[in-house]
């Protein structure tokens, strides 16, 4: 069964400070896809990456895909409080049309 | 209207009563689904909908039962639901099953079962 792994759960960081939300999978999966969720909103779509060693870049956020180690990275540079929100991860298990969720990462950038 | 739409935004519901969702988008897209997002669990994907036709239910209880008419249109029929079933209602779209231009998600139904 494909599960997938978010850490951390919650963030609290300060505006301009750096970092990083992980996401594990437990099976090979086809591609791997980051959102950002709003409080009372819908799911955004941030980034698709379909190879080992993909890195994409969207202002301050940039994701990176290891196939090799069924890891996906979220930095974030330079928090700002705009990026207040909670990020999911998403893989398809090869062969299948399932979407599998992480559990979110609830991140508050402080002034 | 643009986009991925849901109605009703929100639903209070009794136990005894049946209800649907509605979900319309309006990206010409193939692909359809039903997720379930409930406080502190992951999202759920319940069903996916590929040209109309279902191509996945994820052990979703029968109480759910959807429709999709066409590729534009996606219920879900609600009867004799539980309190546990309370969550955020959440429709996507994509133009393929699995395409990788992702998902477009609708803005959802907030559904509360007494």
């Known amino acids: 069964e494909l599960k997938v792994e978010q850490n951390p759960l919650f963030l609290s960081m300060q505006e301009g400070k750096n970092y990083t939300i992980y996401c594990n999978y437990s099976?090979?999966?086809?591609?791997l896809y980051w959102y950002r969720q709003d409080p009372g909103k819908s799911l955004e779509s941030l980034f698709v990456?379909?190879?080992?060693?993909a890195v994409k870049q969207e202002g301050r956020l940039m994701a990176s895909l290891d196939t090799k180690a069924r890891l996906s990275t979220l930095h974030i540079t330079a928090a700002v409080h705009d990026l207040s929100a909670t990020y999911f991860c998403a893989v398809v298990a090869s062969g299948t049309y399932k979407y599998i969720f992480g559990t979110g990462t609830r991140l508050k950038v402080l002034a | 209207e643009t986009g991925v739409t849901q109605t009703p935004r929100h639903l209070v519901m009794g136990m005894t009563n049946k209800k649907s969702l509605k979900c319309e988008q309006h990206l010409g897209h193939n692909a359809m689904y039903w997720y379930k997002q409930s406080a502190k669990k992951p999202l759920e994907l319940m069903f996916v909908?590929?040209?109309?036709?279902?191509?996945e239910n994820n052990s979703v209880p029968s109480r759910f039962s959807p429709e999709c008419p066409n590729s534009s249109h996606l219920f879900l029929h609600l009867h004799t639901l539980q309190p546990e079933d309370s969550a955020l209602y959440l429709c996507a779209s994509s133009q393929d099953q699995g395409d990788v231009e992702t998902q477009y998600f609708g803005p959802g139904t907030r559904l509360l079962v007494l």
């Open positions: 990456l379909l190879s080992n060693g």
């Open positions: 909908y590929n040209f109309k036709e279902q191509t």
């Open positions: 099976t090979t999966s086809d591609r």
